[in-house]
């Protein structure tokens, strides 16, 4: 049978143009939500993080924007560059009494000089 | 820097050995999660402490797992009589501030291989 979870989806751009990665969620009671970069062989590592009272943060080079009407995550990168290539994840945090992260499926991002 | 470190980066095992993993965070008193990241997948929640305490385990925790926290400081992972199907990333992360939700930090992983 097909291994899904090996077929990441990906987005490929070239350097200097932005980059918008989406993310659906599911939980309507999360609250708490981060994007991470992930390279070959690293940890996650933090890019920027939203709270649910807000819909809009914005970073260096980096927006994230979140719709809790239809659950949807994006995370959009200006002027993306070379070292901007990783799988990116969007994860989210449903409060209660344990702060795991739940984390989406990933974005493979490949900029291309 | 992240502020997490993780030894050995990486684990090389014959199936039924025992291996051991260890997280050391910058800062103590925290919360310290530690997480299982297959190929092509996202991370997944296997425990997490609260200070020495472990207050949650995920179904994926196994009885051959165990984790410690002695003193709230740094965290081992134990595997038992490994598997194959133990091969993986594993990823510990620390939270600052005990109230609320707060950022993650991870660390650079262990790879374990058994063969």
């Known amino acids: 049978g097909e291994s899904v979870g090996l077929h990441l989806p990906t987005l490929s751009v070239q350097e200097g143009d932005n980059s918008i990665i989406n993310c659906a969620y599911s939980?309507?009671?999360?609250?708490?939500f981060i994007w991470y970069k992930q390279e070959s062989g690293k940890g996650p590592q933090f890019i920027i993080d939203?709270?649910?009272?807000?819909d809009k943060r914005q970073g260096q080079r980096v927006t994230v924007l979140l719709n809790k009407t239809v659950k949807h995550l994006s995370l959009q990168i200006a002027a993306t560059q070379p070292g901007d290539s990783a799988v990116y994840f969007c994860a989210e945090i449903s409060g209660g009494s344990n702060y795991k992260l739940t984390f989406g499926k990933g974005t493979l991002l490949t900029v291309n000089p | 820097d992240t502020g997490v470190s993780q030894d050995p980066r990486h684990k090389i095992t014959k199936r039924g050995q025992n291996v051991t993993f260890r997280c050391d965070p910058i800062?103590?008193?925290?919360?310290l999660y530690w997480y299982r990241q297959t190929l092509g997948q996202g991370p997944e929640f296997l425990t997490y402490f609260q200070n020495e305490a472990q207050l949650e385990k995920s179904r994926l925790l196994s009885d051959r797992f165990s984790a410690e926290r002695p003193k709230g400081s740094f965290s081992t992972l134990e595997i038992q009589r490994t598997e194959q199907g133990d091969s993986a990333m594993y990823l510990c992360?620390?939270?600052?501030?005990?109230?609320?939700?707060?950022?993650?930090?991870f660390g650079p992983g262990t790879r374990l291989t058994v063969l």
């Open positions: 939203i709270r649910s009272n807000m």
């Open positions: 939980n309507s009671a999360s609250d708490y």
């Open positions: 800062s103590e008193h925290n919360r």
């Open positions: 992360a620390r939270e600052e501030g005990l109230a609320g939700a707060n950022t993650q930090y």
